[in-house]
């Protein structure tokens, strides 16, 4: 009960914040960064987790790209104008020295514990920057990831983050953009302003 209220605020948060295009928003982003699944859920249960910045969308846009480096994922979509990126992963290891239990529930083992760390994942992982104003940006991040026990005939079970991972992307633009300035009034250092 916890988790579904849960998601319906965060699902809330979206919206007032221009994360909400409902699901087909986040159905689509998904599908644009590799997920292939053939029935994705329509129960809410994916969505955009929001968070603002203080920063030019472009500038906030680029701190995200330089964050998804740092922390070592790979995206294989990459859409500087409508300011959209993400990746698709396979078998999921480590994020930044970090287990996937760090990042998402994916059921319990009897022994072994959370099944994230010893199933195979896979994982879709997309971000969008949106401009509030002329200085403040959200940075919206949606994951869906499955696991399936390494024995290939097993069945896949979608796994549930736990908004870790979205707000380290957004912790980590915030704190470029705190080093470089937000991109307003001439206060803009090139190596993030250019995106280069």
């Not at 319990?108 to 879709?124: C, E, K, S, Y």
């Not at 912790?171 to 080093?179: E, S």
Request: aromatic content about 6%.
């Amino acid at each position: 009960m916890r988790r579904v209220a849960l998601a319906v605020l965060l699902v809330s948060v979206a919206c007032a914040s221009g994360g909400g295009r409902g699901g087909s928003g986040v159905s689509e982003l998904l599908r644009k960064v590799g997920s292939t699944e053939p029935n994705p859920p329509h129960d809410g249960s994916e969505y955009f987790v929001v968070d603002t910045v203080r920063g030019t969308a472009e500038r906030a846009f680029n701190a995200v790209r330089f964050t998804y480096d740092a922390l070592g994922i790979d995206f294989s979509y990459y859409d500087p104008d409508g300011r959209e990126l993400g990746g698709f992963v396979r078998d999921l290891g480590e994020i930044d020295h970090e287990p996937p239990s760090t990042w998402m529930d994916c059921g319990q083992a009897v022994v072994a514990g959370n099944n994230a760390d010893h199933d195979a994942i896979t994982l879709a992982l997309g971000s969008r920057v949106m401009p509030v104003d002329s200085v403040t940006s959200t940075v919206e991040t949606v994951i869906r990831a499955r696991s399936r026990q390494r024995d290939v005939s097993s069945s896949v079970t979608r796994c549930v983050t736990l908004g870790k991972l979205e707000k380290r992307l957004a912790d980590g633009a915030r704190t470029l953009l705190r080093r470089y300035g937000p991109g307003s009034n001439g206060r803009q250092d090139e190596s993030l302003a250019g995106g280069t």
